[in-house]
């Protein structure tokens, strides 16, 4: 068995898309008259906090990948699971991939491109418990991570100085108005000491993603519902190595999630090839 294998999609694009997640959506409305674009930006902003489930869709651009686009669900409570399907685009019609995590363990596929390099199996197994990688679990996702999915990142429209209102949209059927904004990670983080313990650690932990691509400047548009919940979110940026321009449709919130591993014929445990490289 070959033992040197590309997923068809990128490591970056897996980072960013492992990163994601979703608020509530529900029928339209405008904000109250007497509240100002930026409180409603506020007021959507807190009401991301309780989310156990969501669904949500993703496309746009992506610095060295390209136009990607992706569906997923996932589940923040009381375990962690999720399933996403991503195509890159820009990459070629075998650059498909999907993720799924459950119980613990991620499990990546990459449909027949990845079957011909590795004996005809098409998934990839990352138990990341039994390969002394808990903390890697924790920052792709796991229960003390949620913050990890544009729900977070959409608060970050609440630190900029310029929020104005764009205009009422309809968005997947759905009655929203339209705010947008531009935010810098160095104002960003000197509002840090201003959050609380658990908000000023997720709020950190985005702000270093995007640091490391380079970004030092985020224009933000959010489309708030009448219910006050985020309904779509769009962020673009000039990172080092190419454009980020995403926009994230939020689909469904607090619905039933069921994800499940693949079939172990089908599946190629990297834990097992490490340990049996080893005893070889």
Known sequence: ??????????????????????????????ESPKMTPAAAVAKAAKNTEEIKSLRYRMTGRAPEEGRVEAEAQMQ??????????????????????????????????????????????SWMKFDLAAMGAEDELNQLGGASQADKNPAAESTFLTGAKDVQKVGTETVDGVETTRYKGTVTLADLEKTLGDEDKATREKRQKSLEQYEKMGLDKLTMDMWIDGDD?????????????????????????NEPVKVTAPPAKDTVDLAEMMKDTEQG
């Open 76 to 121: 923040l409570e009381p375990t962690l699971a999720m399933s996403m399907k991503m195509t890159a685009l820009d990459q070629g019609a075998d650059a498909k991939a999907e993720i799924r995590l459950v119980d613990k363990a991620m499990y990546i596929g990459g449909g027949a491109a990845a079957a011909k390099e590795m004996d005809g199996k």
């Open 1 to 30: 068995m070959k033992t040197s294998v590309r997923v068809p999609v990128g490591a970056g694009l897996t980072a960013l898309l492992l990163a994601a997640g979703a608020v509530g959506c529900s029928d339209g409305g405008e």
């Open 229 to 253: 919940q985020t309904k779509q979110f769009r962020m673009r940026g000039d990172a080092d190595k190419g454009p980020l321009d995403m926009t994230f449709t939020f689909l469904g919130i």
